[in-house]
């Protein structure tokens, strides 16, 4: 662990936030693979740039091209996965930027350790259960991963052969099997507007 560092001030939150004319805070999307929460979190995304707000997404795949390449599936590797992008959605966040992540996210220790580092600087965590059956889930399986994870060629599958420790009390909870991607985008923007965050 580093201890020749400093940290280097600059602007306060509220002075980026009047600079920026925006609020910023994270938006966690957290629920099995194939519920639909990529899906969702592009078009709460453009919802957000529609309406002039800064937003950014980062999703669970396109983060492990880069910055999480060298992580796998393990239960550890999962641990440090969440622990990086808490990390990086905070910085979203203290920018004044509507962060909107997407990822299974199975473990609630990871997720509350998440919310932690948000309260702890002072910024909105806004947590999303994006639920649905498992059966259903498996019948979408748009990547073919469920069938994979039920022939034993993924060893380590969220739902399957992993556990998804499943929200207790989120902001939000959508039901994708019953909601349409506008509907559940809506729902989440409408959540954002009644808060004062956006």
Same mark, same amino acid.
Request: charged residues 30%.
């Given at each position: ?32 693979? &194939?519920?639909? /929460? ?6 709460? %995304? ?8 800064? $937003? ?16 796998g599936f393990s239960e550890k590797d999962r641990n440090e996965n969440i622990r990086r992008i808490s990390e990086v959605s905070r910085l979203f966040a203290d920018s004044c930027t509507i962060s909107v992540t997407s990822f299974i996210s199975p473990y609630r220790a990871d997720r509350e350790s998440?919310? &932690?580092?948000? /309260? ?6 806004? %947590? ?8 259903? $889930? ?61």
């Amino acid at each position: 662990m580093a201890t020749n560092i400093t940290w280097h001030p600059n602007l306060t939150y509220d002075e980026r936030s009047s600079l920026r004319k925006q609020k910023g805070a994270t938006v966690w999307l957290t629920g099995l693979s &194939a519920s639909g /929460k990529s899906t969702i979190a592009c078009a709460l %995304e453009q919802l957000l740039l529609q309406q002039g707000i800064s $937003a950014y997404r980062l999703d669970g795949d396109n983060v492990r091209f880069g910055l999480n390449k060298d992580l796998g599936f393990s239960e550890k590797d999962r641990n440090e996965n969440i622990r990086r992008i808490s990390e990086v959605s905070r910085l979203f966040a203290d920018s004044c930027t509507i962060s909107v992540t997407s990822f299974i996210s199975p473990y609630r220790a990871d997720r509350e350790s998440a919310r &932690a580092l948000h /309260k702890d600087s002072d910024l909105k965590f806004v %947590e999303v259960f994006v639920d649905v059956p498992l059966e259903i $889930a498996e019948q979408r399986d748009p990547k073919g991963l469920y069938k994979k994870a039920r022939e034993g060629v993924i060893k380590e599958f969220t739902g399957i052969s992993a556990p998804y420790e499943a929200p207790e009390t989120p902001e939000i909870h959508l039901r994708t099997e019953k909601q349409s991607v506008e509907e559940c985008a809506q729902q989440i923007y409408l959540y954002l507007k009644k808060e004062s965050i956006v």
